[in-house]
Nanobody, 117 residues
Framework: QVQLVESGGGLVQAGGSLRLSCAAS????????MGWFRQAPGKEREFVGG????????WYSDSVKGRFAISRDTGKNTVYLQMDSLKPEDTAVYYC??????????WGQGTQVTVSS
C-alpha cells in the first residue's frame, strides 16, 4: 500500500506563487511516474501534469504549461508542484497520485489552493 501526503496549499493573490509537496511512503517500488491533478467545485478532476520517476521528464496540461513545474526528490520520495503566475481559475483541491503502468492511483487527501482576484 502507498500513502501520499500533500501539503503547501493556501490562499494567494492572482499572479502569486505556491509550491506544493507530495510525500510518498509504502510500496512505491512499482511506480513509474507521479502525477498532479486538481478538482474545482462542481467540476471533474483534471490532470495537471506528471513526472517520470526515474528519468525526471515532465509533461503538463495546456492550461498550466509554462506556469507550473513538477520536480521530484528521489531521496525524499517526494514530488513537488511549483505554481507561478497563479490565476483565480487555478483554485481547486490539488491531489497527487502514483502511476503504475498507465494507471494513476493511490491518491492523497488533497490540499486546497485558493487564488483571489
Amino acid at each position: 500500500q502507498v500513502q501520499l501526503v500533500e501539503s503547501g496549499g493556501g490562499l494567494v493573490q492572482a499572479g502569486g506563487s505556491l509550491r506544493l509537496s507530495c510525500a510518498a511512503s509504502g510500496r512505491t517500488f512499482n511506480r513509474n511516474a507521479m502525477g498532479w491533478f486538481r478538482q474545482a467545485p462542481g467540476k471533474e478532476r483534471e490532470f495537471v501534469g506528471g513526472i517520470n520517476w526515474s528519468a525526471g521528464s515532465t509533461w503538463y496540461s495546456d492550461s498550466v504549461k509554462g506556469r507550473f513545474a513538477i520536480s521530484r526528490d528521489t531521496g525524499k520520495n517526494t514530488v513537488y508542484l511549483q505554481m507561478d503566475s497563479l490565476k483565480p481559475e487555478d483554485t481547486a483541491v490539488y491531489y497527487c497520485a502514483t502511476r503504475v503502468g498507465a494507471i494513476y492511483r493511490d491518491w492523497g487527501q488533497g490540499t486546497q489552493v485558493t487564488v483571489s482576484s
